[in-house]
């Protein structure tokens, strides 16, 4: 039996084969991009080491250099991403032990919550971000608790204004290889037909007036999944839109006060969900850009789940009980 695999294999050779030969199976092209980032920082530094060589001293060099350079929860994640290419090797036989294993992982500081959006600040802000280029992205945001990709992805096709419904079935995303990119969603639960809010309707409505009037002869061509699609939200040149461009949406003036620098959920006081109080709930973090999922409670870092629905108004209200459903 012959392998690829001998005591002169480097780091840098191990790497790359399990880059092109597991990762990039496994996750989406955007992912991917990321993961070749944080194995080009092993690589820099001992690329050129035998992996059968690579003990925890020299990870544990590796890993206070990195440091020196990065943010610890950076050089976690490359610590997470290169430890792979390295379990493949224990499962190849080419090294006994993940030597990833025996270093100590860098410390992350927990990240505190900023000021959470109540329903109030939440209608201010669309009102605010009405007639603006993506004032109809943040809507979705908060209307229909979408991901900002999922917004991004939405198509013309996937909308139906006089039913007030819209299916998500894709995702768009960034990578630095390729630029804007169509894909499937992060999860596929979020996936399926979502019914549309008054206000999103509305906003879909403008923004569909404004896209045919700007319409030129060089449109380009999108296609997902082999069939030509029109992405709702677009740039003057019909390209696609990057998570940047909503962003600036929050961080005009007239919508800063509202948002602040640092928007999470908005949570309910503990008592007032055991009554069942009438509430509605959404966050933003200008970090994710996603807007909580409608129907969910903000009573811990992981909020309950409540049910899958969507498309409610910001004026609407629901009432929920203490086991987290919904009441009929």
């Given amino acids: 039996m012959t392998t690829r695999f001998t005591t002169a294999t480097t780091v840098g050779e191990l790497a790359e084969w399990w880059l092109e030969t597991i990762a990039r199976h496994q996750v989406k092209v955007s992912t991917l991009d990321s993961y070749r980032k944080f194995v080009g920082y092993l690589a820099d530094d001992i690329g050129a080491m035998p992996v ?25 994640n490359c610590r997470k991403v290169c430890r792979q290419a390295f379990t493949e ?27 959470a959006l109540s329903p109030d600040d939440a209608r201010r802000l669309i009102t605010a971000a009405e007639g603006l280029r993506w004032g109809a992205a943040l809507t979705l945001l908060f209307c229909q608790g979408w991901r900002v990709s999922e917004v991004l992805g939405l198509a013309w096709e996937d909308v139906d204004l006089d039913a007030a419904t819209a299916q998500v079935r894709r995702g768009a995303s960034y ?22 809010a008054p206000t999103s309707v509305r906003h879909l409505r403008s ?11 060089d449109w380009p061509i999108h296609t997902y ?22 962003t600036k949406v929050v961080e005009r003036p007239s919508a800063r006060g509202i948002a602040g620098e640092r928007v999470v959920r908005a949570r309910p006081a503990d008592d007032d969900v055991a009554r069942g109080v009438r509430y509605r709930v959404w966050a933003w973090h200008p970090r994710t850009l996603r807007a909580q999922r409608p129907g969910t409670i903000g ?8 049910d899958r629905g969507g498309g409610i108004d910001p004026s609407a209200e629901r009432m929920v009980e203490r086991r987290g459903r919904v009441r009929p």
Avoid: C, M
């Avoid at 036989?93 to 270093?103: Q, R, S």
């Avoid at 082999?226 to 940047?244: A, C, W």
């Avoid at 009573?299 to 409540?306: E, I, Y």
């Fill in 52 to 76: 059968v060589g690579v003990g925890a001293e020299r990870l544990t060099v590796w890993q206070s250099n990195l440091l020196d350079r990065y943010a610890p929860f950076t050089v976690l």
């Fill in 89 to 115: 090797a224990v499962k190849v036989g080419l090294i006994p032990a993940n030597p990833f294993d025996l270093v100590k992982p860098p410390p992350v500081r927990r990240v505190s919550e900023g000021r």
């Fill in 175 to 196: 990578t630095p290889s390729v630029g804007v990119v169509l894909g499937t969603t992060k999860t596929s639960g979020a996936e399926g037909v979502h019914h549309l």
């Fill in 207 to 217: 923004r569909l007036a404004e896209q045919q009037a700007e319409r030129a002869e």
């Fill in 225 to 246: 999944g082999g069939s030509v699609i029109h992405p709702v939200f677009t740039k003057s040149d019909g390209q696609l839109v990057t998570r940047q461009a909503i």
């Fill in 299 to 306: 009573t811990g870092r992981r909020p309950k789940r409540l």
